[in-house]
Structure formats: structure tokens, C-alpha cells
């Protein structure tokens, strides 16, 4: 499999070397294990000649050979981990070239592949629009309010689609790695991911802290602060909108906005992270942790930790030891 890691400037390091090192621990597995019968040929391509990583080391990439068709083109984040240092870089010119390039890929059948950051200059080439995709979560309603048009879910760790694969935050560079390697052989990517220690994982959504993306919008922030003080009383649309002196319908779409979910939805978020917190740092019992949080019974609570964080109480607690 032909692979071409297009580096930018000030890219976040660990993301290219993750990418490198596990695509590179494939072929040695790979070819003691399987016979050499899978193997990437992976080159790090740039649209300037010269391209320093986030932390200023010099990565040594190869000029882009228009006649060249890889099998994947894959994308690394940015290190620009803030919308203050986000925006600028978008804007740079070397990043224009770069949209540029990726549509000419995509007009010859390539596929294309980024990881955190990364996903927002697939963005704005505008080939995820109207497509579902992933992102970093903790830029999140950023990328809401810039692509409006692409259906995003940053609780999901991999999104596939026509256009490629989009994957969540930072270490999730690890997770595309992995997806990359399974599209050539299952075996081989069980095998990669044993020697990494690197667990499958489908889901953002345990990482996600809701307080950080409530800091998004001081409405959002006020209404996190609102819930907080009621996760036992149970959330009521109406009596949540006159304590923040705005309308049910206001606080609907800035809740659809920003978070992407309904104010119930991010309710129960916030329920889900108390009654996390409470598995992990308490002694009660889940009954108890559920009249904490606002539930009648343990069983109500146990459901929706498995819907949200895709895990039950007896392993939290044991992630807690």
C-alpha cells in the first residue's frame, strides 16, 4: 500500500510519529509473521521544501509528484490546539496550497485520511461537506460554527466515508494508524496493536469533558452552571430558560449550535460525568450514585453509562484501581 503523510508546517509531532512508527512496526511484524505478504511504502511529501514540526525539529519531506497516485493520502494535525491559533493557521498560504492539492488528489480517486486538527483542512476543502465526520472533541463547536454543512459527531474516534476517514483527538493519529493497517490485513492490525499496547477504541466520548466545550458560549456556560446545581431535580426546558432569562427556543438552538445535542442531551452529559465521578471516587452503591444524579434506579443509570461511555459500572470502577 502506497502512502504519502503530507506534512505542514508546525505540526504536532507526536501525531507524524505515531503514524510513522506504527505503519513502520507493521511491516517488520509483517514480515516475520506474514511472509512480508503486506507492506506500506509510506513517504512524507510537502508543499514547501522545507517543514519544521510544532516543537521546531526538521522533518525531511519530498517534493509532491503530480504523477504519482498513492492508495491514501494522510493528513496530521496541526499543533494549533486553541481557535486564537487555529484560524491564523488556516489561513496561511502553504495551507491554501494544501487544500489545493488534496482536491487534485481527490479528483484522481485518492483517498484521504486526518486525524485531529488535521480534519479541519479536510474541511475546509469543502469534501466533508454534507458528509459525516469526526474531530478533535475539544474543538468541537468551532468546527460547527465554521462547517455548518458537514454532520459531525466528534463522540465517535473513527468516521468513514466516501471521501476517506476522519479520526478524533491527538492520540486517535494511533487509532487511523491502526484503521489504516486493518484495510490491508486484520490479522496484521491485531497484531501491531498488541505489540503497542494500543486498545481498539470507538468512542470519544469518555474523553470528552463537557465544561470545556460549555466554554465555548457564555449562554452554554450559564446553562452548565444552571444544570449543575439540578442534576437531582431532573431538567425541565422551561424552568432552565427563565433562570437564564432567555427563551426555550434560544436556549434550543444555541444548545443545537454549539454542542450539536439538545439542552436534555447535555443535561444527561453532565449526569453521566457526576455519576463517573462518584463510581470512581466513592464508595455508594450505584442506587445511591443514581438518586445523586437525578435517576429512580441503578439499572436507568447503568443503561445510559453504556450508551454514553460504552462501558458499564464494574469496569469503571476497575479503571479507578
Known amino acids: 500500500m502506497r502512502i504519502l503523510v503530507l506534512a505542514l508546517e508546525g505540526l504536532f509531532d507526536t501525531g507524524l510519529s505515531v503514524i510513522l512508527d506504527a505503519l513502520d512496526a507493521a511491516n517488520h511484524i509483517a514480515s516475520r509473521a506474514l511472509s512480508g505478504a503486506v507492506h506500506f511504502d509510506v513517504s512524507i511529501v510537502g508543499v514547501r521544501d522545507t517543514v519544521r514540526s510544532g516543537q521546531g525539529f526538521i522533518i525531511p519531506v519530498e517534493a509532491i509528484d503530480p504523477d504519482l497516485k498513492p492508495d491514501w493520502v494522510v493528513l496530521p494535525a496541526p499543533n494549533a490546539t486553541t481557535p486564537e491559533q487555529l484560524i491564523p493557521a488556516l489561513a496561511r498560504p502553504d495551507v491554501a496550497e494544501a487544500r489545493g492539492q488534496l482536491l487534485r488528489w481527490y479528483a484522481n480517486g485518492v483517498p484521504i485520511a486526518a486525524s485531529c486538527i488535521g480534519t479541519f ?8 461537506d454534507h458528509r459525516q465526520a469526526t474531530t478533535t472533541w475539544s474543538l468541537a463547536p468551532l468546527f460547527r ?11 465517535r474516534m473513527l468516521v468513514p466515508t466516501d471521501i476517506g476517514v476522519t479520526a478524533g483527538a491527538a492520540m486517535g493519529h494511533l487509532d487511523l494508524a491502526l484503521w489504516l493497517i486493518r484495510q490491508a490485513s486484520h490479522e496484521l492490525a491485531m497484531l501491531v496493536s498488541r505489540y503497542l499496547l494500543a486498545d481498539a477504541r470507538s468512542l470519544q466520548a469518555p474523553y470528552i469533558i463537557p465544561h470545556h466545550l460549555a466554554m465555548a458560549d457564555p449562554l452554554i456556560l450559564r446553562f452548565e452552571q444552571w444544570a449543575r446545581g439540578n442534576l437531582k431535580r431532573g431538567f425541565s426546558l422551561r424552568e432552565a430558560s427563565a433562570a437564564l432569562a432567555t427563551s426555550s427556543r434560544t436556549l434550543q438552538r444555541k444548545c443545537e449550535t454549539v454542542l ?4 436534555l442531551a447535555y443535561f444527561q452529559d453532565l449526569r453521566v460525568e457526576r455519576a463517573r465521578s462518584l463510581i470512581h471516587c466513592s464508595g455508594m452503591d450505584v442506587d445511591a450514585i443514581a438518586a445523586e444524579v437525578g435517576y429512580e434506579d441503578g439499572a436507568t443509570l447503568r443503561s445510559l453509562l453504556r450508551k454514553r461511555l460504552g462501558r458499564g459500572v ?8
Open 314 to 321: 464494574r469496569e469503571l470502577r476497575a479503571d479507578s484501581r
Open 145 to 155: 460554527q465554521r462547517y455548518p454543512n458537514v454532520a459531525l459527531d466528534e463522540s
Open 121 to 128: 483542512l479536510v474541511a475546509e476543502t469543502g469534501l466533508l
Open 260 to 263: 450539536g445535542k439538545s439542552p
